[in-house]
């Protein structure tokens, strides 16, 4: 069903919404105009059993002609699979296709565009030690990144405990203690989450490893914040 979608489901699901915020706003264009091309995104808390990949942005960290070439690409790529294969993508391959995406969104975001606040390192440890508050509690977390405009992290709610209700405080909680040490005011993260549920093994075990790897892809040799914790059954 996903494969058969792909291509021009986001355009006609928000097509109306996002030429009005082409026409009106300089703000750069919400992760919801994208969600159904990658496969992705979703109203936190709509799932949360299973392990989640979840990349948090700043406001200013994706510019609009970034995220709207980056959508004409994976909608071309789609199409192009598509045909060359004479039938609809079956699950697996529409899941590299997103995978894909996401490194091709990493890159960009690893350019540390925007006012990237939280290259600050005393912004980085306030959002980290965000992230490791509810750990064991709330939530597992495995493997956790603070780049200068991004977080990425790998975590699993424990009962009782949606993914929505996790990043939630992690926004509020982060954001607040950024300001304060940062003496600034306004919003911090951009107001879209991009959360993706892991089933293979081999997923999380490809995304543990990019997470902790992430610094040095942006030649942020001996970044200190990032890390994954010990294997817990």
Partial sequence: MWAEVLATSARRRFGDRTKERRDSSPQPLGWFEIALTLMLAMEPGSRSAGTHYVTLRLVDALPRPVVEAWHDDVDRHTARL????????TEHESREVAHRSLGRMDRVLN????????RDERAASAVESTLWGGDGERYRLHAWVVMPNHVHALV?????????EIV????????????????????????????????HPSDLARVRASIVADPDQASLHEWPFAGETVSRR
């Fill in 156 to 164: 699993t709610p424990c009962p009782g405990h949606s993914i929505g």
């Fill in 111 to 118: 350019q540390g565009r925007g006012r990237a606040v939280l």
């Fill in 82 to 89: 598509t045909k060359a294969k004479g039938r609809p993508l």
């Fill in 168 to 199: 939630g405080e992690w926004r509020t909680e982060s954001a607040r203690r950024v300001n304060a040490e940062l003496r600034r005011t306004g919003p911090l993260w951009h107001p879209d989450t991009i959360d993706h549920v892991l089933i």
